[in-house]
Nanobody
Framework: QVQLVESGGGSVQAGGSLRLSCAASGRTISVNAVGWFRQAPGKERELVAAIDRSGTKYYVESVKGRFSISRDNAKNTAYLQMDSLKPEDTAVYYC????????????????WGQGTQVTVSS
């Protein structure tokens, strides 16, 4: 089993920045891909960014150039640096992990954190 705990959410004005962290515990040595998903009210959960063990990254088009995903395997922690935030980035952000390579659907990630709220005001 893998346990994930997110932190770093909050409220910020448009144009501001936040850094989310995802700390993993348990069978972390088995984790390959880590993804950051978000879900806004009334919308489906979408993959924002993902990174695999080799460092290969994926970003959804709407955050390219603004968000950056990284991981520190020694600390079992993944990060999502969010810059130039927009009101449409407002959502609950979830960290998720899987034992295999990059994947893009939420049903492909068996391990999830509890989520952290990000609110961007205009």
């Amino acid at each position: 089993q893998v346990q994930l705990v997110e932190s770093g959410g909050g409220s910020v004005q448009a144009g501001g920045s936040l850094r989310l962290s995802c700390a993993a515990s348990g069978r972390t040595i088995s984790v390959n891909a880590v993804g950051w998903f978000r879900q806004a009210p009334g919308k489906e959960r979408e993959l924002v960014a993902a990174i695999d063990r080799s460092g290969t990254k994926y970003y959804v088009e709407s955050v390219k150039g603004r968000f950056s995903i990284s991981r520190d395997n020694a600390k079992n922690t993944a990060y999502l640096q969010m810059d130039s935030l927009k009101p449409e980035d407002t959502a609950v952000y979830y960290c998720a992990a899987r034992l295999y390579g990059l994947a893009y659907g939420p049903d492909q990630y068996p391990y999830w954190g509890q989520g952290t709220q990000v609110t961007v005001s205009s």
